[in-house]
């Protein structure tokens, strides 16, 4: 199974401030076929089932606002909020699709500083 | 809109089984493979398997694979997954979400399932 770590596991980052999340994969998950990363970022807030922010590592889903992005290839990701606002209080995930099962990272919990 | 609506909390006795729907709605039903995410407290999620909603084709995770079985109704728009021999740590929020090309872009609200004797 290819194993997803984030670091850090926590963070507090101040209103305004970037925030940066990591993620390594143990494995490459880019596809060389179609050059596509097979990762995707999540928010999960308490009692809410998680939201897609990311996917292709870098593609936006509609609806996120623009001060989310995802950046990286092979097997190093980012996840960067440039300026953090309040309703960004959660845990984020990133998963990989690339073989099968579909693992997840353990998680990043975002607080404000 | 599209929507994911799963069956509400079930309490089940170690041994016994589970079956827990997601009825959808919005979109069409076929066109899109539904995943199955299981997420015990204070956990990482964990992925269970998928369902092609175009002709049932099943993939299950190994960690579950003899114990877990998806299944779709057509007519009613709705996949089931169904976990049998339950044990105290299957204690858990599982969720069916839609697959997109790229990612899990709906989910179910998630259903809690508490093993207890």
């Known amino acids: 199974d290819i194993v997803m770590t984030q670091s850090p596991d926590s963070l507090a980052v101040s209103l305004g401030e970037r925030a940066t999340i990591n993620c390594k994969s143990s494995q490459s998950v880019l596809y060389s076929s179609n050059s596509k990363n097979y990762l995707a970022w999540y928010q999960q807030k308490p009692g809410q089932p998680p939201k897609l922010l990311i996917y292709?590592?870098?593609t936006r889903e509609p609806g996120v606002p623009d001060r989310f992005s995802g950046s990286g290839s092979g097997t190093d990701f980012t996840l960067t909020i440039s300026s953090l606002q309040a309703e960004d209080v959660a845990i984020y995930y990133c998963?990989?699709?690339?073989?099968?099962?579909?693992?997840f990272g353990q998680g990043t919990r975002l607080e404000i500083k | 809109q599209v929507q994911l609506v799963q069956s509400g909390a079930e309490v089940k006795k170690p041994g016994a089984s589970v079956k827990v729907s997601c009825k959808t709605s919005?979109?069409?039903?076929?066109?899109?493979?539904i995943q199955w995410v299981r997420q015990a407290p204070g956990q990482r999620l964990e992925w269970m398997g998928w369902?092609?909603?175009?002709?049932?084709?099943?993939k299950y995770s190994q960690r579950f694979q003899d114990r877990v079985t998806f299944t779709i109704d057509t007519s009613a728009n709705t996949a089931y997954m169904e976990l049998s021999g339950l044990r105290s740590e299957d204690t858990a929020v599982f969720y069916c979400?839609?697959?997109?090309?790229?990612?899990?872009?709906?989910w179910g609200q998630g259903t809690l399932v508490t093993v207890s004797s």
């Open positions: 998963q990989q699709f690339y073989s099968s099962p579909a693992t």
């Open positions: 979400a839609r697959e997109k090309r790229g990612g899990f872009d709906y």
């Open positions: 292709w590592a870098s």
């Open positions: 919005g979109y069409t039903f076929s066109d899109y493979a």
């Open positions: 369902i092609d909603t175009g002709n049932g084709n099943t």
